[in-house]
């Protein structure tokens, strides 16, 4: 990397040309069954954006999750989303206010605490949609996400973040279920070309299907990474160190 390359990026550790976030949803049980150990073996650590419901049928595996260096983050209490999706029409972001949405995030909040002993310092948009309300009515919460966590992470975008530009409250992140080790190995060597910070979003790790990473895939992904020019580290560190490096210096 460049002189110029540290001058712009200075939140990338010196040597590095690429920082990537590996995020999962939901508290799946392949989060702790397949994937853990895959990052463990290549010393990872992720950020896991959990529901408390799913969180609390393994409460004991996630609280070694933590002990592991993994981030815990807030995906909401209810995973609300739009109604065009069958699974959301009895809890649509149509008929969300504003405070209706702020209690569920917040309590979110205070059931991560309570079952893992941690405080999430930041948080996942359920679908990556950040609306609510319809028509002339409708309108964005992520303002309330920004005063509550150091960032929010959307998901299926189709970039990766500019870390001199990129706004923490709603950052870019690639939806990866279902892409092989290629694609994968693809999104980071496009990072590293413009020294970008790369954030990949996944559900469930195992053998395939819906929603899935193939475990195979991660592997490959995770050798990838463990070469010098990458910086890998959860969400929070990642936004953490780019919020010093945009600080005014007095």
């Not at 609390?56 to 989303?81: L, Q």
């Not at 969300?96 to 995030?105: C, K, W």
Request: proline share 5%.
């Amino acid at each position: 990397m460049s002189q110029s390359d540290n001058m712009r990026h200075p939140f990338l550790p010196e040597g590095r040309r690429v920082a990537v976030s590996l995020t999962f949803d939901d508290a799946r049980a392949s989060h702790l069954d397949v994937a853990a150990p895959i990052l463990q073996a290549h010393g990872m650590r992720a950020t896991f954006y959990v529901l408390p419901v799913p969180l609390g049928h393994r409460t004991d595996d996630w609280r070694a999750m933590v002990g592991s260096g993994h981030e815990i983050g807030n995906h909401s209490a209810t995973h609300p989303c739009s109604a065009n999706f069958a699974f959301s029409t009895g809890n649509a972001l149509e008929d969300y206010s504003e405070g209706r949405m702020e209690a569920d995030i917040d309590r979110a909040t205070r059931q991560v605490e309570a079952l893992v002993g941690v405080r999430p310092s930041t948080f996942a948009y359920p679908c990556g949609q950040s609306f609510l309300g319809r028509g002339v009515s409708r309108r964005s919460y992520v303002p309330l996400v920004a005063r509550r966590f150091l960032a929010a992470r959307g998901y299926g975008s189709e970039t990766s973040n500019d870390p001199a530009r990129c706004d923490l409250a709603h950052l870019e992140a690639f939806a990866i279920d279902g892409l092989d080790a290629e694609a994968l190995v693809a999104q980071v060597e496009e990072g590293a070309a413009g020294s970008r910070w790369v954030i990949l979003a996944a559900h469930d790790v195992g053998g395939g299907g819906e929603q899935t990473v193939v475990a195979r895939a991660l592997a490959r992904l995770c050798r990838r990474m463990t070469e010098d020019d990458v910086w890998v580290a959860p969400v929070r560190e990642v936004a953490a160190r780019l919020r010093r490096a945009r600080a005014p210096v007095s």
